[in-house]
């Protein structure tokens, strides 16, 4: 990729992205600049990756073909502001802040300029991410393919509309909490079994792995893989029954029903 790449902050989520752009070979260190209010952060991802160390956000933003800018949300608007009169005119600005709209970015930036808003989730943290990724109407198709061929060097990505935004917040950014509920709980019925907790997290995380892989990849209804699993009469049927009858799908359905209303809740505040 022959494009000058920018960090705007790089803390957990920009040091993913970090390490997957250059760990993928798309981008040489060379051609990346980063920046974050801490030198000796800045100086830390220097000597780990080559990258060049800027002394400002400004230096960044003057440098950079594709800027990423991975601060907090609350300080998003101000920290893009602040460059604004350094953005090159044709410079693709994509924001990591959960949030954060278009117009809101917009508003900072200049509503002439190019802007991204992408939705990584945390198992981006271990190239497995999965990244929605909006775009405003002045972003070309080469643009838009270069940032996901970005994404896609940690993980999956996908184009997604902002009114879809919620679904996107309940299905894939909060999700892996739930997830992490679920290897937990079976875990403990594991250890209540006699295993040991060590051993049964690894069965259960394994076990979620490979489940979320068959789907994937087989691309069968999981309603065909789950019947794969049921013997007539057998163990998993058993543990199914017990689960309709907690209400398991319905529980599912409802965290994310009330996840989805609190993210639009707060895009608003």
């Known amino acids: 990729m022959d494009r000058k790449i920018g960090f705007i ?26 920046y974050t ?3 000796d952060k800045v100086t830390a991802l220097h000597q780990q990756w080559g990258i060049n160390a800027a002394e400002s956000a400004e230096e960044v933003a003057v ?27 044709d410079a693709v600005l994509v924001s990591v802040a959960a949030g954060v709209t278009l117009d809101q970015l917009a508003t900072a930036v200049g509503h002439d300029r190019k802007i991204i808003r992408a939705m990584p989730n945390t198992p981006s ?27 896609r060097s940690f993980g999956e990505a996908e184009v997604v509309s ?23 709980a079976m875990a403990d019925a594991a250890v209540l079994g006699g295993m040991p907790r060590a051993q049964a997290y690894r069965f259960a995380a394994q076990a979620v ?21 049921c013997s007539p009469g057998g163990t998993t049927i058993e543990a199914v029954k017990a689960l309709e009858e907690k209400g398991f799908r319905s529980a599912v359905i409802e965290a994310m029903q009330q996840c989805m209303e609190k993210s639009k809740a707060l895009s608003k505040s």
């Open 125 to 151: 943290l271990v190239n497995m991410g999965m990244t929605s990724v909006t775009s405003n109407a002045l972003i070309t198709e080469e643009d838009l393919q270069d940032v996901l061929e970005i994404f």
């Open 209 to 229: 792995m490979g489940s979320a892989k068959m789907v994937l990849e087989t691309g069968q209804h999981p309603g065909a893989l789950k019947d794969m699993v």
């Open 63 to 89: 440098q950079a073909d594709i800027i990423f800018a991975a601060v907090k949300p609350n300080i998003i608007l101000q920290a893009l502001s602040n460059i604004n009169s350094s953005l090159n005119k």
């Open 37 to 39: 209010p801490s030198a």
């Open 162 to 184: 902002e009114a879809m935004i919620h679904p996107v917040v309940g299905v894939s950014g909060s999700s892996p909490a739930y997830v992490f509920m679920f290897i937990e």
């Open 9 to 34: 902050g790089c803390g957990n989520m920009g040091k993913a992205i970090l390490g997957g752009l250059i760990n993928s070979g798309k981008v040489a260190a060379s051609q990346i600049w980063v």
